[in-house]
């Protein structure tokens, strides 16, 4: 059984930065494409940017340019480093497998932009 857990999520004012961190229980970004999901109020659980297991990223139009994803597969962590927040990014944010394995979700991370 993996357990993800993420970490990193807050309150900052727009065009603030944040950097989510998201472990896991034993090592699977060796073997698996990860990425970064986020659903706000009200709306569906969207994926934001992903990383192949030889660093190739791919990142959600509305996030791309301002958010970068990266691995340490030696430290089970994925991270995602964001830069220009937005309100409109305010969400739980989620790590999981791409695509997704159902029984990864963890709690998230809220991350909340003010403007």
């Known amino acids: 059984q993996v357990q993800l857990v993420e970490s990193g999520g807050g309150l900052v004012q727009a065009g603030g930065s944040l950097r989510l961190s998201c472990a896991a229980s034993?090592?699977?970004?060796?073997?698996?494409?990860m990425g970064w999901y986020r659903q706000a109020p009200g709306k569906e659980r969207e994926l934001v940017a992903r990383?192949?297991?030889?660093?190739?990223?791919n990142y959600a139009d509305s996030v791309k340019g301002r958010f970068t994803i990266s691995r340490d597969s030696a430290q089970n962590t994925v991270y995602l480093q964001m830069n220009s927040l937005k309100p409109e990014d305010t969400a739980v944010y989620y790590c999981?497998?791409?695509?997704?394995?159902?029984?990864?979700w963890g709690q998230g991370t809220q991350v909340t932009v003010s403007s």
């Open positions: 990383i192949t297991t030889v660093g190739s990223t």
């Open positions: 999981n497998t791409f695509p997704v394995n159902w029984t990864y």
């Open positions: 034993r090592s699977i970004f060796s073997i698996k494409t």
